[in-house]
């Protein structure tokens, strides 16, 4: 897989620019950042220019590179990008400075412009991020690619906007995995989907021949751990994302699923049942060798790493009804941490360990919800026929799950953010089931 190589200096534009940048963060950035504490969010006027080109060619992908981080940063429900229509400058006129009171003229806070030069098959994209009121460069910086990895350059800039005016990490540059379903209820083909986290660039990494479930992309970004129905039993595989042969883990009794990696990729969860029960095992990547973490007559399935490793959440009907439970990562010392009314499942905890997304149902409906990891603070966010799998963005910020519908029988990915607001569904090629999100692509 190519790299970027990334200047990691600011690009100055004229000498307010530098003063801004020597200063460090400038005040008025601290009035700029969007205040995303609260539970309804005024999104951002933001003004996002196309870059400017020299070629023909260049000035297409400046607009199509603009395109991408205005649908990013649109989609996380905390910017609203100005119509192009009113804008008063060119690309090409804002090579260096801005004319501040043209954009303040539009009620743009922030502004967005930058270049784009091809060469052989290569690019090099230079972007800043400026403050309108203050008239200061926030940010600025350069990246060298191949030509077809443009996408990803937008999406690196549209993280590190993100980031400048949130304070949060961004998680445009991620992708995620799920399974892509197709045919009739009866007959279902099922294979393993990664794309982009907009939808773009979908590839299947399996063929249809066998039925997948339940797809896990592991923190280095480059492999996928699913579940296969094969010869035998079924079995969890890892495959790289991009390409190669499948690598099945182990030879356990019985069949193994629900596959989870530990923040450093060293150790895969799995669930393996044996007899009508389930345990939670550790498969170690490198010694191949798996390690019995629960030991119950019961079901236990479903674990997930806390982000520093030390703790697993997981399902389990050990105590009559489908719960959640938090144990360490050695195993033992399972504590229940749901208590509400209904069925809990499916737990997914957040990349910055403050919270706890599962999926529980309640009176016939199903929701996604989050708590805290020890119980405290649920709250719903979703409800329908039937809404499940979550899965965290890597800044822990927005939830992705499945949907199903009961009218059309065709499940599809959508989005939350933790406020309960901006639900947005995701467009997939295919129906779409068990969606996991990357962290950010290296």
Do not use: C
């Not at 050695?330 to 209904?342: C, E, L, N, V, W």
């Amino acid at each position: 897989m190519s790299r970027f190589r990334l200047s990691r200096r600011h690009l100055l534009g004229g000498a307010a620019a530098t003063a801004a940048t020597l200063a460090g963060v400038p005040a008025a950035l601290a009035q700029l950042r969007v205040d995303i504490t609260r539970g309804v969010v005024q999104p951002m006027p933001i003004a996002i220019s196309p870059l400017a080109g020299d070629a023909p060619p260049d000035v297409q992908r400046g607009l199509q590179i603009a395109e991408v981080v205005q649908n990013d940063l649109d989609g996380s429900g905390l910017f609203k990008t100005i119509d192009r229509q009113a804008y008063i400058q060119s690309p090409n006129e804002m090579r260096t400075i801005p004319r501040f009171p043209d954009w303040r003229q539009i009620n743009a806070q922030a502004l967005v412009t930058g270049t784009v030069q091809g060469t052989g098959g290569t690019m090099a994209v230079e972007f800043r991020l400026w403050d309108v009121f203050a008239g200061n460069q926030l940010v600025g910086m350069r990246y060298e690619a191949a030509d077809a990895k443009w996408r990803q350059v937008a999406h690196k800039i549209a993280d590190e906007v993100y980031k400048r005016m949130t304070g949060e990490a961004g998680y445009f540059d991620t992708r995620i995995a799920y399974v892509g379903e197709t045919g009739p209820a009866t007959r279902r083909v099922k294979r393993v989907i990664v794309m982009d986290q907009d939808g773009a660039n979908s590839r299947f990494l399996t063929d249809g021949s066998q039925l997948v479930l339940t797809p896990r992309i592991a923190p280095d970004g480059r492999r996928v751990a699913y579940m296969t129905y094969r010869n035998g039993p079924p079995r969890v595989v890892v495959k790289d994302i991009d390409g190669g042969p499948e690598g099945v883990l182990g030879d356990f009794p019985g069949m193994t699923f629900a596959p989870r990696f530990s923040p450093d990729g060293g150790t895969l969860l799995l669930t393996l049942a044996q007899g009508g029960v389930s345990n939670i095992y550790a498969w170690d990547v490198s010694s191949r060798r798996s390690s019995r973490l629960t030991d119950s007559n019961a079901i236990d399935t479903s674990p997930s790493f806390s982000p520093k490793g030390d703790q697993i959440a997981f399902n389990s009907d050990r105590g009559g009804t489908p719960q959640l439970y938090v144990m360490p990562s050695g195993g033992g010392g399972a504590k229940r941490i749901s208590f509400g009314d209904g069925r809990y499942g499916s737990p997914a905890w957040s990349p910055r360990g403050d919270l706890i997304a599962f999926t529980k149902i309640k009176g016939g409906l199903f929701h996604i919800g989050i708590m805290k990891p020890d119980g405290s603070d649920e709250r719903l966010l979703t409800q329908s026929y039937m809404d499940q799998s979550p899965s965290w963005a890597p800044n822990g910020r927005v939830i992705l799950f499945e949907r199903d519908d009961p009218h059309t029988d065709h499940a599809r990915l959508l989005t939350i953010d933790i406020s309960g607001y901006n639900q947005r569904e995701i467009a997939t090629p295919t129906d779409a089931s068990d969606p996991d999100w990357s962290p950010l692509i290296p």
